[in-house]
């Protein structure tokens, strides 16, 4: 999901990291860290753990003067399913506080009597699709898309003054608004894929031009109290640290991954975001040998992060095609017991709650409209014939799920299947894959029409 941007406006976008003293509630310290080490008055940098010091206001017993000796880490959006027992190898990184927070969020569900807004950069883009369309009904249909909320995907740097103009239009709009987003741009990122490599590595200072990522993200949410923001956290990374740890790049890329999303989960949470960890899908994780490493792998991710109640719980199907509830399994599920995304939360979720993990959920249902499409469970690169699924919506049957969700927004493209193209991925080119694709993140203009063609429910 990365659009191409040139590099002086990317320059022009990312404020110089190091400066003379870090602003309130910036990091200050740890692990690979090389930003400023002081903070500006009356704040005090303060030891979390390892890989974080923090500007917090008054003083503190326990400030970077801890040991941050700086080590370099060894050395994206991929939904290749897998049943195998890999886990993660890496032992749970050590407790901390999690970071203070301002905000204090909803009880419950955070959906309930919220109004989640479209997302404007997924509404232009629609806009611009519209008059291409030359069958009135389906550019009638496809309008009614721009109406329904759809997550806006932060992979890059580049798109985190959008974030800004989102949440100062839904802030004008009233106090009872929800914005949707996803934190996607780990360094290293898509470690068993090549379609949505992202922009850092780690390699090149990529957990440094992460965090300062995450603190510009977390820097235009504070401006808007008034407004509730859902995170997807990092699509796909640690559903890949549960059973592809065999891929060197994704061994590589462990400890980088766990201290990042341990980063984002802390840093967002001062502003109050509700958080839901990307958690694969029932065709990767909710094989039966898979699902009891992946909920300890949660549990350890949350206890790293201090356990704030940010986190409200997991996210599934994001980007995928798997149905919500079937009495009538898709052929290409044969042999996973779990063979729709409710049949795997439901046998998800008393693990999570052993590793003391909240078992709540969303489901991502923007392009689960058709079944039996694909070849194999593992097939992800724009399948064709696929429908917009079930509107977003609270009625979900199941008390684990707060909300059927759209995440990944239809049209934009999965990967390209140009062989030459840098980031090609050869599940782009498979029989069942729409072709010719563009780049990921692109539009697919054909594709997106026979999303709103194929949508079941119809849109109209």
Not at 82 to 96: L, P
Not at 245 to 267: F, G, M, R
Not at 387 to 407: E, L, Y
Not at 421 to 433: F, G, Q
């Amino acid at each position: 999901m990365k659009h191409t941007i040139s590099l002086a406006a990317l320059v022009a976008l990312v404020p110089a990291y190091v400066t003379a003293q870090a602003a309130e509630y910036a990091q200050c310290g740890g692990i690979n860290y090389s930003g400023p080490t002081t903070c500006v008055s009356p704040y005090v940098c303060t030891y979390s753990n390892p890989y974080y010091s923090q500007c917090l206001p008054g003083t503190s017993s326990s400030s970077s003067s801890h040991s941050t000796t700086t080590t370099s880490s060894s050395s994206s959006h991929s939904t290749t399913t897998s049943s195998s027992t890999s886990k993660s190898s890496g032992t749970s990184t050590s407790t901390s506080s999690s970071a203070s927070s301002t905000f204090t969020p909803p009880a419950g569900n955070p959906f309930l009597g919220k109004n989640a807004l479209p997302n404007p950069f997924y509404t232009a883009e629609i806009q611009a699709a519209i008059p291409l369309i030359s069958d009135a009904n389906t550019a009638k249909a496809a309008a009614v898309v721009e109406t329904i909320p759809t997550f806006f995907w932060i992979d890059q740097v580049a798109k985190v003054p959008t974030l800004d103009t989102t949440l100062a239009a839904a802030a004008a709009a009233g106090s009872n608004n929800l914005v949707e987003i996803v934190i996607y741009d780990l360094p290293n990122r898509d470690c068993h894929a090549k379609a949505s490599n992202g922009e850092f590595q780690i390699s090149d200072n990529g957990v440094a031009n992460y965090e300062n990522y995450i603190d510009q993200i977390v820097a235009v949410i504070k401006k808007y109290p008034t407004v509730t923001v859902v995170a997807v956290i990092e699509p796909d990374s640690l559903a890949n640290l549960v059973t592809n740890l065999s891929d060197p790049n994704c061994s590589a890329a462990e400890t980088a991954y766990k201290q990042c999303i341990t980063y984002a989960i802390q840093q967002l949470s001062t502003v109050g975001v509700i958080q839901y960890l990307d958690a694969g899908h029932a065709g990767w994780l909710g094989w039966p040998a898979n699902l009891q490493p992946a909920a300890t792998l949660f549990g350890q991710i949350l206890q790293s992060a201090g356990t704030p109640n940010t986190v409200r719980g997991l996210a599934t199907n994001v980007a995928n095609y798997n149905s919500y509830q079937t009495n009538s399994p898709d052929p290409c599920t044969q042999g996973d017991p779990n063979y729709d995304e409710l049949l795997y939360i439901t046998a998800l979720a008393p693990l999570l709650q052993s590793a003391n993990f909240p078992a709540h959920f969303i489901v991502d249902q923007g392009r689960s409209g058709q079944q039996n499409l694909r070849q194999q469970w593992g097939d992800w690169c724009n399948i064709k014939g696929a429908g917009f699924g079930i509107r977003p919506t609270t009625n979900t049957n199941s008390s684990f799920v707060d909300s059927i969700v759209w995440v990944k927004p239809g049209g934009e493209c999965d990967g390209t299947s140009n062989s030459s193209a840098p980031r090609y991925d050869s599940t782009c080119s498979l029989s069942d894959a729409d072709q010719p694709s563009p780049q990921a993140g692109a539009w697919f203009q054909e594709y997106f029409q026979t999303l709103v063609q194929k949508a079941n429910p119809p849109l109209i």
